[in-house]
């Protein structure tokens, strides 16, 4: 073993402490309070959009549980909703443009518009989900599709928007999904667009269904005579089922809907181009818009004077409302097509799509997490961006400086004013302080201890363990894991003054290795991992028992220390109490992932900042913040 110098073994036994030219570090924000949101990054994908019949609001609707109101001609965005439960299915406007209606799984609301005074809320119009949503055009019904609980039938339900009662249903056994639903011009028949059919019944009461076979799937829509009806690239007329326009019965086409004046149609191909026919001559060559943007077309609407064509680029919600996710390539954004210039077009980017690592400074001014392999940064005060420097590569290690001058990227320290470069090469932790790095030596199974300034060894301890998984809050710890024992993982606790293994614990795999987390009061040591059954075993440092938290996907501790967040599989996020371990509280707001996950709902990272707030990251790709009150 070599020698340490008197300076270096002082370095050791106070790190993580302040220095004696620092200022007392002031005591932990009490978590004492209920928890609300704040505040929130991020929009997770595009489910829908409205425009308002006027031309002059964009609506937007998430799979994060989002409504987000753009101001169409700059795309300003000038109102965002974050109460609304879970995923979004579906937003519409009424004719006049007084009402606006949005739909979740779970739960459909209306607005009076532009001041989005609540008018009414229908909570679980169906008992499993709802899949899709319409309002009437004189805004008196609204209807939507879905399932219930123990049902192997879809089902669409016609609302009173007077007193919210039912006035009808309508159901189909079998059938997998109700994609989407259309009130006719005059509100006395609903067109519902289903996975193999489509039909119309009348309204209010969902009588007199009549099936329209050559259609199915995807967006459907009438013309403005109410004669013609369009899904999946065919178009037939109401009265008879004749085909007007026909594709192979093989080929279907999501998206298609008619102009307000019914003088235009327009379908969205599979290579993400649109055509657009005049509907008085089927046979002339349509025009052509080419693909823009990134994703395919999900949804295409026209402005009132048929001067545009808004084009959502987002999730194909008709693939993605259901418990599968069968989701094709899918961008984030909304285009505007100039159908008077040709070429012309305007992109509405709602990004950014958030994701991991989550990492908050340790006096939790600042807040840095990844969109798209890029690092960015925020304070935590006002949520207001930071410029982070530039880094190639993909980031997938962050941590922040006590003074925020420094932050380390997988294995460089960064300054954050020159974006000069200190490599930490084969690192595997880095002390809170940013005065120790640690490697690993497989061949003597030892943590080996470097000063980062100098570079020069500090110490070597002796391990089984071989996988570091960082420093506790003061630094005086180290959490290494031993994942080569056929019996399960192995956790061992480092005293980094003393240079010895004091802790040993056995892990269960499904309790995660990787999501190791100390209490501030050192009392505490949670684990946590998106195992195939997740679980968050907390340890007591101080021979207090075991405990088991089910279905944690992420865990960590408030910096009282009196309060375990933890993230589950199904976008919850509970608080429990340290005293004993029970939920205090609950906290939801989290949607769906878009793409092909094991657990889209899960919540993948939490964290809390010394001043108090807690940082929820979702599979919906949204940051979302939590104050205690």
Known sequence: MRRIGIAAVLALTTLGACSKDSQPEAPPVSSAGAFRPCGAIGTGALAASALSPDGSVLVTATLAGQLILYRHSDGTRLNTLWDLPGQQVGVSFTRNGDLLVAASQTETRVWR????????????????????????????WVATGGFDTNSDAATVRIWSMADGSQAGVWMERYEPIIHSLAFSPDGASL?????????????????????????????????????????????????????????????RLDVSTFSPDGSLYVEAAEAGALKVYRTSDWTTPPQVIPPQGRGRPSRVAFNADNTELIVDLGVSHF???GTGQACGTWGNDVVTHSLQTPGASRILAMGPQMSGPL??????????????????????????????????????????????????????????A??????????????????????????????????????????????????????????????VVNNRNIDGFQLEVVDVARG?????????????????????????????????????QVLGLRGQPRVWLPAGTTAAFSPDSTVLATGNTDAEVQLWRTSDFTVREKLLGHG????????????ESVAFARTGQLVTLGADRTLRIWCSQ
């Not at 009588?207 to 013609?228: E, K, V, Y």
Request: contains cysteine; aromatic residues 6%; proline residues 8%.
């Open 191 to 251: 067109a519902i667009a289903a996975n193999r059919d489509a039909w119309v019944v009348r309204v209010p009461d969902a009588a007199q269904p009549r099936t329209l076979f050559a259609l199915a799937r995807g967006q459907i829509s009438w013309s403005a005579d109410g004669r013609l009806v369009a899904a999946g690239g065919s178009v037939v007329k109401v009265d008879t089922g004749e085909a007007v326009k026909s594709l192979p019965s093989s080929e």
């Open 359 to 416: 990492t908050l400074s340790p006096d939790g001014s600042h807040l840095a997490a990844t969109t798209r392999e890029v690092v960015n940064l925020w304070k935590t005060s006002d949520l207001s961006a930071v410029t982070a420097p530039s880094f190639p590569g993909v980031p997938w290690r962050l941590q922040l400086s006590p003074d925020m001058d420094r932050m380390l990227v997988n294995e460089f320290i960064l300054d954050m």
């Open 418 to 479: 020159t974006g000069q470069e200190l490599p930490l090469p084969q690192a595997h932790a880095l002390s809170p302080d940013f005065t120790v790095f640690v490697q690993f030596d497989l061949e003597e199974n030892q943590l080996l201890l470097h000063d980062v300034a100098t570079g020069k060894r500090l110490k070597e301890i002796d391990v089984t363990g071989r996988v570091v998984r960082g420093f506790s809050p003061d630094g005086r710890r180290l959490a």
């Open 500 to 536: 010895k293994v004091s802790h040993t614990f056995p892990l269960e795999p499904t309790a995660g290795v990787y999501g190791i987390q100390f209490s501030p009061d050192g009392r505490w040591l949670s684990s946590a991992g998106q195992s195939s059954s997740p679980i968050v």
């Open 113 to 140: 518009f532009p001041d989005l005074a609540p008018v009414r809320t229908f909570t679980r119009p169906h008992t499993d989900r709802t899949t899709a949503v319409a309002i009437s055009p004189d805004g008196a």
């Open 592 to 603: 769906r992932a878009a793409g092909q996950e094991p657990f889209p709902r899960a919540i």
């Open 319 to 321: 693939e993605c409302n």
